[in-house]
């Protein structure tokens, strides 16, 4: 499981409680709607990423929720896609309303094979990040809109992982879970005729595949079995 944070400040308060687990790595985030503690946090950006090889959550969010703060997201994602260019990670990103722009910061910066998660912009975009190398995380409300089943199906099956978004989005009206990622194991079964084993197979070689070629340091966790349900679960807490 990739734990996402929002500042810094969280990963360090969380990073004791995860060590001792050893199928569970925290990210470093500097989440775009936490941009008004970005001047302060930001500073502690750079010393904390050598603690991680994972990052998250990073990028844009020029929605009606984060517009008024786009100067300052611009700001913070160019720095964070600077210091990624120096040591690569494995990245997952949030682009709600700004997906061309983080696309477009992502290339500038020579930041490859990052992780756009709950995708939800035009699908020439899609294509462009698509070509670029990326990869998207499919999470459990992606499965259960129209919006989200089109950009599924035009989904490369060697370009999926598989994501929660708990506890912020819910799941039967309930705060998702890591394991509500079966429901997205379900659905890419049924669109690609196949059984949940063989889905959780392929977003475990899909994960596997990204920790290589972003060159992450650690030994990346083995995954397989009933105990390990996905390679790559991401739970984003708050």
């Not at 060697?158 to 394991?179: F, K, T, Y």
């Amino acid at each position: 499981m990739v734990a996402m944070t929002n500042l810094p400040a969280h990963f360090k308060t969380g990073l004791a409680y995860v060590r001792h687990w050893p199928h569970v790595r925290l990210a470093l985030g500097l989440h775009p709607l936490a941009s008004e503690d970005h001047e302060r946090e930001i500073l502690e950006f750079e010393p904390c990423l050598s603690q991680s090889s994972f990052v998250g959550e990073i990028g844009l969010d020029f929605s009606k929720q984060g517009k008024a703060s786009a100067e300052r997201q611009l700001h913070s994602f160019r720095h964070v896609a600077r210091l990624l260019a120096r040591a690569p990670k494995f990245v997952s990103l949030h682009s709600r309303g700004a997906e061309r722009e983080v696309l477009e910061i992502l290339t500038e910066n020579g930041v490859k094979c990052a992780v756009f998660h709950w995708y939800s912009g035009p699908v020439t975009v899609l294509d462009s990040l698509l070509q670029a190398g990326h990869s998207l995380s499919v999470s459990p409300a992606m499965t259960l809109s129209t919006k989200g089943q089109e950009i599924i199906r035009q989904l490369p099956r060697d370009r999926v992982l598989s994501e929660s978004d708990g506890p912020h989005a819910r799941v039967h009206g309930a705060p998702a879970r890591p394991w509500d990622v079966q429901l997205v194991e379900k659905h890419l079964a049924s669109i690609w005729g196949t059984s949940t084993a063989d889905v959780r197979a392929q977003i475990s070689a899909n994960f596997q595949g990204l920790v290589n070629r972003t060159r992450v340091n650690e030994t990346p966790p083995t995954f397989g079995g009933e105990a390990n349900r996905s390679a790559f679960v991401r739970d984003e807490r708050r």
